[in-house]
């Protein structure tokens, strides 16, 4: 595979990741191009960073998809199960409140719409998991903040392609602010 043309940024700098892994992001791409990196798969590259290079868990991913970004095997927002993005706003409401929004049908429908979608699990008040219309899945993370705030995340994973991925934080920020002017305080 092609290595990227354009310098696009990677997640961390080379001297943050140097101090926690002892090389550069250049040395490591290095060191996968040298084990034939961009013909191994995910789970490979990851398992060749821990068993030869004794990288931790963590570090064996970011340096894995950084990896394959950079040598155009995996796209921005790519994973194994399709393309993936979150939108996140901080709201004055309880989560309580707010995952009550989520559950509550005739509530969901003030500030999401008629979107066809269905309630898979329920961790109230932290979490939810909805299956949406297009086959993606979609979950919402609820964080309690102090003065009865709550920061919201919303996930939605399974996405067919960076298109979407686009077409949907501008969806979830829209529908995220209605939320707030409709259960904020």
């Given amino acids: 595979m092609p290595t990227r043309k354009s310098a696009a940024p990677l997640s961390m700098t080379d001297s943050a990741v140097a101090t926690k892994t002892g090389k550069t992001w250049p040395q490591w791409f290095a060191v996968l191009d040298k084990a034939k990196?961009?013909?191994?798969?995910?789970?490979?590259?990851?398992?060749?960073?821990?068993?030869?290079?004794?990288?931790?868990?963590?570090?064996?991913?970011?340096i894995t998809v950084e990896y394959e970004r950079?040598?155009?095997?995996?796209?921005?927002?790519?994973?194994?199960?399709g393309f993936q993005m979150s939108s996140t706003r901080t709201i004055a409401?309880?989560?309580i409140e707010l995952f009550d929004?989520?559950?509550?049908?005739?509530?969901?429908?003030t500030w999401l719409g008629?979107?066809?979608?269905?309630?898979?699990?329920?961790?109230?008040p932290r979490k939810l998991r909805l299956l949406w219309n297009d086959g993606s899945t979609?979950?919402?993370?609820f964080l309690p903040k102090p003065a009865?705030?709550?920061?919201?995340?919303?996930?939605?994973?399974?996405l067919a392609d960076a298109?979407?991925?686009?077409?949907?934080?501008?969806?979830?920020?829209a529908r995220l602010t209605k939320l707030r002017d409709v259960v904020g305080r």
Avoid: C, N, Y
């Fill in 70 to 81: 950079a040598r155009g095997m995996r796209a921005k927002h790519q994973t194994a199960s």
């Fill in 138 to 141: 979609v979950e919402a993370h």
């Fill in 148 to 158: 009865g705030k709550t920061q919201l995340t919303v996930s939605q994973t399974k």
């Fill in 101 to 109: 929004a989520w559950i509550d049908p005739a509530r969901r429908r």
């Fill in 114 to 124: 008629a979107v066809k979608l269905e309630v898979r699990t329920t961790h109230p």
């Fill in 37 to 62: 990196g961009t013909t191994l798969t995910h789970g490979e590259i990851a398992a060749l960073l821990g068993a030869r290079h004794d990288v931790g868990p963590w570090w064996r991913q970011m």
């Fill in 163 to 173: 298109k979407s991925v686009a077409r949907m934080k501008t969806f979830w920020s």
């Fill in 93 to 95: 409401a309880s989560a």
